[in-house]
């Protein structure tokens, strides 16, 4: 999965697929400040429409809201397991 395109996300593993992909290119921001703002120096602004969109569509996911209260929260979480398996320390 692309972090960079649109994509159709309804599932939470479909959320948790994404935002592996944004974490593992080097893309994790604070959803809230925005992709551009925070993105802007590695994407096209064409490009950080799609990462907003993607979160925004994340953010509808009941799984996601009821289980992590947000998608930042459950890329926290994924963040941290991904660490966990390469042995490197939590990084929140």
């Known amino acids: 999965m692309k972090a960079t395109e649109k994509q159709t996300l309804v599932t939470l593993e479909d959320a ?3 935002l592996t ?3 593992e290119g080097g ?9 551009e703002d925070c993105l802007g ?8 429409a799609a990462v907003d969109a993607n979160i925004d569509n994340i953010s509808r996911i ?5 289980e992590h ?11 941290n397991q991904l660490a966990a398996a ?7």
């Open 27 to 35: 893309l994790m921001f604070h959803f809230d400040d925005g992709a």
């Open 16 to 18: 948790r697929s994404y």
């Open 86 to 92: 390469k042995g490197l320390p939590k990084p929140n």
């Open 21 to 23: 992909s944004l974490i």
């Open 62 to 66: 009941e799984a996601v809201t009821a």
């Open 69 to 79: 209260g947000s998608p930042l929260g459950l890329a926290m979480q994924i963040e």
């Open 41 to 48: 120096d590695k994407l096209t602004p064409e490009q950080c």
